[in-house]
């Protein structure tokens, strides 16, 4: 089915750039086949329709769907198999429900621990969010299903976000903020989706600068941008700026089109460029069509979950107090506790599935050696407390969700309460464990040197649990790592718990975000970006780095698991620019894997970096520059636990670094 922008009247070509309702692309009176987008990064959010129309409300309800991990956890496992893995099965759904593109994934940076859809997005570090985006994109439109990468751009935070500019310098905006969607449009997202606020004073939906002559012009994307929803405040300004779809449908679009059209103020031009790429998606979806093939039943979809929450879950600390192997163990958690799947707002699914208890599924694991009870967060507890050898608590952070932020980053005061009334029975010999579901950074400082173990369980969808104790049992050990850095309290972030004016937001924390702030002014941190403890012992040797070009090196290394657990490590590799004439942050991540090392086995890492691995932007020259001269690259555990590092001398011709724009490849 091909429809040419020939057999459109100008009148079907306006509705085409306006939505034809909630969810839906205008059909152009029957010419066009349907075309539906629903939400989101955590699992399929479809509102019913209701006599075949997409309802603007949530009156009717959402489908029922399988609750995935919070692409903020699927994050942690820095596992790009297992991202792929996760929007292929959000995808299956899609099928099911006939949705021909997904809304998402988020990739906005984690500028603050406060922001409110933290839990939806991926990382502090653009290149893990770029990276990770990248592969949920390539999942879900290797099965035929489109996604939206989102929200462009600079968009991170919540309060205030319809109208709040975010202001913000060229290189900042190029090195932090808008490299995760560089990298991430190499998998030709079928959309992009602007976010609601202006940056540097024009809204995003009109911002022709981020939308064309950066988006499409520099990163070479060529698929149609929609707004967020109600993001465009001038339909015919936001065409001129290159933004092709509009959603949802707004009533005064079609005449701010005429109108404009008829001033002379778009041509026909500006019409069919817009027209034509929409056309070229739903061609994109109709060619789709022989690859949509719904593959997983709903329980296999709820184990792809838990496969992927395994990954994701972090050992943050373990003195000794897991796994739990032997004698009497008892778990805490409030009455009717369940962790909570997700936050709230357009990525909330609704699921069906009950989850047993952390404490049935431990005992169904190992209930042979270990004896396991439960109490809920009263006095019941602190008594059932002394008879029991290990105490698991579960905690949770404030709510988090769309269109609010966090007020605070700490634990919810009952589960204060908790720790603080069992943790004194470690003198008697016990050993504390603490497991914390948050979608984001959570400060812990005032308790955590008085617990044994803490597990960051993350927002974990209706698998989270069924994924953590074969983890707290002892079967497999623990492989994910943080995203984002953990600070010691909310004063000592940047943006502290100041939210803006309202008006603008000054990015003047600029490339410093996340872990180059705390290392650029020598703050400690609770836990570092890319912590994550195994049960595993891994040993780091053997660092090569082979010059393969100009500007390209191959960097190997070998880690050998020196204990008698098969695991998984993430191995990060950072560089450090000595000679800059620029301010740099001390080092930057440029490459990372995860690699299964079995029980006394070694393997070598070979990763490589490349002309962009050691550049930073240039205002001056407009382009990536090299600054000849020193560099050390350095392999971690962490951005902390550094474990090899060798410095190269980097001696780049002058056409090598005035040669052809270098766009992340
Ligand atoms: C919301 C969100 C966006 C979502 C869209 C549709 O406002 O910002 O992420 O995909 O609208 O629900």
Known sequence: MKISIKDLT???????????????????SGKIPRFFMSDGPNGLRKIKEKDGLAQSGTETGTVTATAMPTLSLVANTWNEDLARLDSTTIADECIENDVQVLLAPGVNIKRTPLNGRN?????????????????????????GV??????????????YRFDQSSEVDERTLREIYLLPFEIATKAKPWTVMCSYNPINGVFASENKYLLNDVLRDEFGYDGVIVSDWGAVASRYKALKASLDLQMPFHKDSYDNLKNALDKGLITEQDIDKSVARILALIEKSEKAKDIRK?????????????????EGIVLLKNDGALPITRGKALVCTPNGFAPRCSGSGSAKVQTDYKPKALWQLLSDINGDDVKYDWAGYMRDAYEKAIHNDTIVISVDADEEGEAFDRERITIGTRSLQVIKAIAPLRELGKKVVVLVYAGSAVDMSEWIDSVDAVVFCGLGGECIDEALAPILAGKVSPSGKLTETFPLSLEDTFCGSDYGDGYVEEYTDRVFVGYRYYEKYGKKVLFPFGHGLSYANFEYSNLKVEKMSETDYQVSYDITNKSDIDAKEVSQIYVRDFNAMVARPIKELKNFSKDLIKAGQTKTVTLTLDYRSFAYYSPVYKRWQVENGAFEIIVGSSSQDLRLSKIIDIELSDDTQNSQWIVYC
């Open 146 to 159: 489109g996604t939206s990468l989102k929200h462009y751009c600079v968009n991170n935070r919540e309060r």
């Open 10 to 28: 100008l009148e079907q070509k306006l509705k085409l750039l306006t939505g034809k309702d909630f969810w839906q692309i205008d059909n152009s």
């Open 294 to 310: 719904v593959e997983w039943s709903k329980c296999e979809r709820h184990e792809n979950g838990v496969k992927i929450a395994q």
């Open 119 to 143: 839990f939806e997005y991926i990382s502090e570090d653009p290149i893990v969010a770029g990276r990770m985006g990248k592969a949920f994109i390539e999942g879900a439109q290797n099965k």
